[in-house]
């Protein structure tokens, strides 16, 4: 595997320019030009503050590893009737993989799981970053969502932040749409699984869109 596009630190200005965007602030013109193009990003991302339904039941929140290009009538039948599985079943089955200790690190006081397609698409970049850096990836994924709620500032059952990491062979950071969404079962009663954007149900897409 080659090492010569290693992905480059965020500098300064665009660690402060993604801050700022995460939390709904001014851009500074003091800035550099890829704090800009950073900070356009963020917010073109997360569009305008977005209005979650706050009254959507948690049970009506699915999730797949798959999301089929066109949705058939007796395909969602069929998904009706599929058993569902407790978070601990989830877990040992390796559908989720638990970060609940890193979460805790940086503030996040609940648990949290990501789903396997978010693991293996952002955290592992399609298999190609080494496993030292799978940790970063996800402290950089944890800590956008915790901005994204103290941006918010209310629960709601799914939302919606954007996280800023490079994925080779691009240097250069890129935003990646992600959904945290609120379950729970008799195990553990509140947690947060963050997925793609494409594996969440439509009924909890933000307004606006």
């Not at 994924?141 to 800023?164: E, Q, Y």
């Not at 240097?171 to 699984?193: E, H, R």
Request: net charge negative; charged share 20%; proline share 10%.
């Amino acid at each position: 595997m080659s090492t010569s596009s290693t992905p480059r630190p965020l500098t300064t200005d665009e660690k402060k320019a993604a801050e700022a965007a995460f939390r709904g602030g001014p851009f500074d013109s003091k800035w550099s030009a890829s704090a800009r193009a950073i900070y356009e990003g963020i917010t073109k991302a997360m569009g305008p503050r977005a209005t979650l339904f706050e009254d959507t039941p948690v049970e009506q929140v699915t999730m797949r590893s798959e999301v089929e290009p066109t949705a058939k009538t007796d395909q969602v039948a069929e998904a009706s009737q599929t058993p569902v599985l407790t978070r601990d079943e989830a877990l040992q089955a390796g559908y989720l993989i638990d970060v609940t200790p890193l979460a805790q690190s940086v503030g996040l006081p609940v648990s949290i799981c990501l789903s396997k397609p978010l693991w293996d698409v952002v955290i592992t970049a399609s298999h190609t970053l080494p496993e030292e850096q799978h940790e970063g990836r996800v402290r950089d994924v944890l800590v956008a969502l915790r901005l994204r709620l103290a941006a918010i500032g209310a629960a709601s059952p799914a939302i919606a932040f954007p996280a800023l990491l490079p994925f080779p062979p691009e240097p250069v950071p890129q935003v990646c749409p992600l959904y945290a969404v609120a379950m729970g079962d008799q195990s553990v009663p509140y947690s947060l699984t963050i997925l793609l954007a494409n594996e969440v149900s439509a009924v909890i897409k933000p307004t606006g869109n």
